[in-house]
């Protein structure tokens, strides 16, 4: 085992959910070319931490486990195209309150640790297919509910010739109280 470890930060969906979205992806590559990410490793990065040393690991461990942000669902409704990157990926319209309040409380604390992550303002989007040759010209996206229950670490793995994602650990976030 190597002592680092490619990681992020991402709220990982169910398979029905992971599913439906390789389903559009799968829509989608016959248009805009290019190769679709494998159901098994559709996610929602919150924060993308790179190579890692595993002597972090703790300190990483601790700070999710002092996020405290309640559950929620995302509508996954929309896609769009990066063109500078070739990344055809499904989004929000609107990202809940709790969702922003996540990525906000765990990028500060991994900063305050040292980590230094991307500046942009948080865009969440699963990124469907890589080097696309182009965006669709019409694709239509089913609403697609997707239950935020937790947040994960996830290890990035050169498996063969591809990578697989895998789960290192969970965090739950907090159930909202019945009104």
Not at 17 to 26: D, K, M, S, W, Y
Not at 96 to 119: H, I, Q, Y
Request: hydrophobic residues 50%.
């Amino acid at each position: 085992m190597s002592d680092a470890a490619r990681l992020f930060f991402a709220v990982w969906p169910t398979p029905a959910v992971q599913l439906a979205l390789h389903n559009v992806a799968r829509e989608a590559l016959i248009e805009c070319g290019g190769r679709a990410v494998a159901a098994r490793n559709i996610h929602l990065t919150l924060a993308f931490l790179g190579d890692v040393e595993r002597a972090w690991l703790h300190d990483l461990e601790r700070i999710a486990a002092g996020i405290i942000v309640s559950q929620c669902e995302i509508t996954v409704d929309r896609v769009g195209y990066w063109r500078h990157n070739r990344i055809l990926w499904a989004g929000v319209e609107h990202c809940p309150d709790s969702m922003s309040a996540l990525v906000a409380r765990l990028t500060s604390a991994l900063r305050e640790l040292g980590f230094k992550l991307d500046e942009r303002p948080y865009v969440p989007h699963v990124t469907l297919l890589r080097n696309a040759r182009r965006a669709p010209a019409a694709l239509a996206v089913p609403s697609i509910a997707w239950p935020v229950l937790d947040f994960a670490l996830i290890e990035s793995a050169q498996r063969g010739r591809e990578r697989i994602y895998e789960v290192a650990r969970t965090w739950p976030l907090v159930k909202q109280a019945s009104r």
